[in-house]
């Protein structure tokens, strides 16, 4: 079944330490997006990757950064510089920067203890 | 700069009642679309329905209907015969034409709908 994968659901971490969200794909997009969602709000945008090897900021990238080596995987690492990263995080694709519609992961819950 | 409103933050019916969403959005673009999403428990958000700014036809999916106005810059989506499954966030969101930072999905803060059997 084709769709979007994101792993773990769940995850702990210290403050002051680093983690890394997997996001992958199997849908052939061009286009992956990451998102933050907190309690009672809508989605905000992280970062996005049109194409292999490129990414730009979203509105919320500080404290975040992201690879894109493979057209399937778009991984988001938290750094210890985000200073509220408690949230639930969630991926989407698309066909292309183009294509408007966007689809969206399972989610992982991040919370910092 | 484009915004999404929803003014209802939660809405509780019994099931068979039908229920409305609302919708308003913000944008001096010509070129946008609109969706709506739909997040259940599980938290993974399911695209219900896109609409084009210029195509205003009023769209109907078995029990789901919505209803475009740009005279009121409304997406209003309507849920005929409610159901306990039904019970989930809604999302809408607007999306600018064209590709680049007009990529992103401006989201609403989401309606919490609950339908009691």
């Known amino acids: 079944d084709g769709g979007i994968t994101q792993s773990p659901k769940y995850l702990f971490r210290k403050e002051g330490q680093n983690v890394t969200l997997s996001c992958e794909q199997n849908?052939?997009?061009?286009?992956m997006y990451w998102y933050r969602q907190d309690p009672g709000q809508g989605l905000r945008l992280i970062y996005y990757?049109?194409?292999?090897?490129?990414?730009q900021k979203g509105d919320i990238a500080e404290g975040y950064s992201v690879s894109r080596e493979k057209k399937e995987s778009f991984p988001l690492t938290v750094t210890s510089a985000q200073k509220n990263p408690t949230a639930f995080y969630l991926c989407?694709?698309?066909?292309?920067?183009?294509?408007?519609?966007?689809?969206f992961g399972p989610g992982t819950r991040l919370t910092v203890l | 700069a484009q915004k999404v409103t929803q003014a209802q933050t939660e809405i509780s019916v019994v099931e068979k009642e039908d229920v409305t969403l609302d919708c308003v959005y913000e944008?001096?673009?010509?070129?946008?679309?609109l969706f709506w999403y739909k997040q259940p428990p599980s938290g993974e958000l399911v695209f219900l329905i896109r609409?084009?700014?210029?195509?205003?036809q009023n769209e109907i999916s078995g029990r789901y209907s919505w209803n475009f106005q740009k005279s009121t810059s409304s997406f209003n989506f309507t849920i005929t015969a409610s159901q306990v499954v039904d019970s989930a966030v809604y999302f809408c969101?607007?999306?600018?034409?064209?590709?680049?930072?007009?990529?992103?999905?401006?989201f609403g803060k989401g309606i919490t709908l609950s339908v009691r059997p």
């Open positions: 944008t001096r673009d010509t070129t946008y679309y």
């Open positions: 609409r084009n700014s210029f195509d205003e």
């Open positions: 990757s049109q194409i292999v090897n490129d990414f």
């Open positions: 849908l052939n997009h061009d286009a």
């Open positions: 989407a694709s698309s066909t292309g920067l183009q294509a408007t519609t966007q689809y």
């Open positions: 969101a607007l999306r600018l034409g064209g590709t680049g930072a007009n990529s992103k999905l401006t």
